[in-house]
């Protein structure tokens, strides 16, 4: 609503499959095969996917697929979105749950690549905030279970049903849970290869680069293209940074170089979605 305000103008259903470059600068974007021109364009895409695949080679010769596929990047997420016959009381509204091996864990997820017997969570249970979330009764809940990006080789179109399995099983039985299963009326899951298919993330990484010292804050990628000076990038991968005040700065300052670059009376915006849900 905000950003209809501001005259932005959103299209949904609107993959963008190009940004177009000409004689060293983005002129607009195609969307569904028809070309849409702009004075600058701003990619909140996942920063390897708009290099890789939004921008021909010939348009960024620092940044090229060797180089961009060597960066590192983190770990994925399975994810488990729940509707439950009943109430859970005990659960509070966030709750962390930590594998005794835990850093063994960490080293299966990052370095091994392998989806492990035991896992750690994050059990997210917004009806204990807001109950209008769930049906009168009922539970709405939310998991979150670090794992290996898609550099490894799970075959996730096997191992997502009794992975999902072995997490409700530990729920209802470690703990405490109880019936879980018997009283879920709604179970999605979403694996990493969601993240790639329906959210364009390189490798299925749900956190795009990895925040480690080599490529946090100035390291990352910057908020203007070093090569196309009209083109720039927001969001967790650039700078400064992952969560919600790395983004929201990051938005900040990718703002301050399109107005210092056209001016507040030359920036009329549009978005468009880069994957659709």
């Known amino acids: 609503r905000v950003f209809a305000e501001l005259g932005g103008e959103i299209q949904t259903d609107a993959e963008v499959e190009e940004i177009v470059v000409e004689h060293g600068r983005t002129t607009g974007v195609m969307v569904n095969q028809k070309f849409y021109a702009a004075e600058a364009v701003v990619s909140n895409a996942d920063w390897a996917h708009t290099q890789l695949k939004l921008l021909k080679p010939e348009n960024r010769r620092k940044w090229t697929n060797r180089k961009v596929e060597r960066r590192d990047y983190a770990m994925s997420a399975f994810l488990l979105y729940l509707g439950v016959r009943r109430q859970y009381p005990q659960l509070l509204h966030h709750t962390l749950i930590l594998s005794e091996r835990y850093e063994e864990l960490v080293k299966d997820i990052f370095d091994r690549k392998i989806l492990a017997e035991d896992f750690s969570m994050y059990l997210h249970a917004p009806t204990r905030t807001d109950a209008t979330l769930a049906p009168p009764g009922c539970e709405s809940l939310y998991v979150l279970i670090p794992v290996p990006n898609l550099a490894g080789e799970i075959d996730w179109r096997r191992a997502?049903?009794?992975?999902?399995?072995?997490?409700?099983?530990f729920l209802e039985k470690d703990f405490g849970l109880e019936n879980l299963r018997q009283?879920?009326?709604?179970?999605?899951?979403?694996?990493?290869i969601d993240f790639k298919l329906r959210r364009n993330c390189h490798l299925g990484s749900a956190w795009g680069i990895e925040p480690k010292l080599t490529q946090t804050a100035y390291f990352r990628p910057h908020n203007r293209s070093e090569e196309i000076p009209n083109l720039y990038f927001v969001g967790a991968n650039t700078h400064p940074g992952a969560g919600v005040p790395g983004v929201l700065l990051s938005a900040e300052a990718t703002e301050k170089l399109v107005l210092a670059d056209l001016g507040e009376a030359g920036v009329r915006v549009a978005a468009f979605e880069t994957k659709l849900a």
């Open 160 to 169: 997502a049903q009794p992975f999902a399995e072995r997490v409700l099983k």
């Open 183 to 192: 009283e879920l009326e709604v179970m999605e899951t979403f694996t990493p």
